[in-house]
């Protein structure tokens, strides 16, 4: 079989996410019938139908499914190697970290300092985001290092560091009664009527069924709890999102949070690795343990 082209994987998603070629050829801005043939001549090369094509309209097939969450992955590859590439042969060259709002600030502004005072290191340009957004930043090369958490980011196809690991904490309403508790356990806080937990979106943008209410940054979940509205728990180095209307409670049989430096698996660059030492020191700087010589 000969390689696939990126034109033909950009056709067949537009038309697996629209499940109308009419549409998927509107959107493409081209017409209907070459972009069929396409997709016939695809289905062909590959020797599977990607789609079920009858009166009632077109879906995907098994194949066509994995072949959904394949193209995403080598568009996005495709598309992160041209932008790393981009990066690396402007004048001034720089590095990208993308972060979560309001998280790790501690860790953050110690990863900036120790890599600030490395004469060897490029500069860093931190790219902010919100839930889930760091590991697309990765992936589709807007960021070339990332720190992420494994109790809550997808951290597959990366390469991954340890910096710390850390209990974590509710984040309450000062009014509740809860608020005034020295620790909870996750029992305490399921099923809430006053303060059903918050809701965040999936990897692929859906949310989860529940009655809390939908959030999709860190801002706005800081507000609704003000609001009495809704309990988020979150690693106790995020208490920065903390207002003076909220209080950070523990919860003692919580999952431990890590935080974690990522990179694409993979990678060599010179660059990503001092980047990765660096964060290694600071996290030891800001935990106080034995700074590592190696």
């Known amino acids: 079989m000969d390689d696939l082209e990126t034109r033909e994987l950009r056709y067949f998603l537009t038309?697996?996410?629209e499940l109308h070629f009419g549409r998927a050829a509107v959107r493409l801005g081209m017409s209907?019938?070459?972009l069929s043939r396409a997709v016939r001549q695809l289905e062909q090369r590959i020797g599977v139908d990607l789609f079920v094509r009858d009166p009632r309209g077109v879906r995907l097939t098994t194949a066509g499914t994995v072949l959904v969450g394949e193209a995403r992955s080598a568009l996005a590859a495709v598309a992160a190697a041209g932008r790393r590439t981009r990066r690396a042969g402007l004048p001034t060259r720089h590095l990208v970290l993308a972060v979560k709002a309001g998280a790790d600030h501690d860790l953050l502004q110690a990863l900036l300092d120790v890599h600030g005072a490395d004469p060897d290191g490029l500069p860093i340009e931190v790219l902010f985001g919100e839930v889930h957004e760091q590991a697309a930043?990765?992936?589709d090369g807007r960021?070339?290092?990332?720190l992420m958490h494994r109790t809550y980011d997808d951290l597959t196809g990366f390469d991954t560091e340890d910096l710390r690991t850390e209990d974590q904490v509710a984040i309450l309403p000062r009014t509740h009664p809860l608020a005034a508790r020295e620790s909870l356990v996750q029992a305490d806080l399921r099923d809430l009527p006053d303060l059903p937990a918050a809701r965040w979106p999936r990897p692929?943008?859906?949310y989860p069924d529940g009655p809390g209410p939908e959030v999709r940054s860190q801002a706005q979940l800081a507000q609704l709890v003000a609001l009495?509205?809704?309990v988020i728990v979150i690693p106790r180095s995020s208490r920065t999102l903390q207002w003076p209307e909220h209080v950070a409670v523990p919860?003692?049989?919580?999952v431990l949070a890590t935080t974690v430096v990522a990179w694409p698996a993979g990678s060599t660059s010179p660059d990503v690795a001092r980047v990765v030492r660096n964060a290694v020191l600071a996290a030891a700087l800001v935990s106080g343990e034995a700074v590592p010589t190696a």
């Open 32 to 34: 209907q019938p070459p």
């Open 204 to 206: 692929d943008g859906s």
């Open 228 to 230: 009495s509205r809704t």
């Open 137 to 139: 930043f990765l992936r």
């Open 15 to 17: 038309v697996a996410e």
């Open 251 to 254: 919860v003692v049989d919580a």
């Open 143 to 146: 960021a070339d290092v990332a």
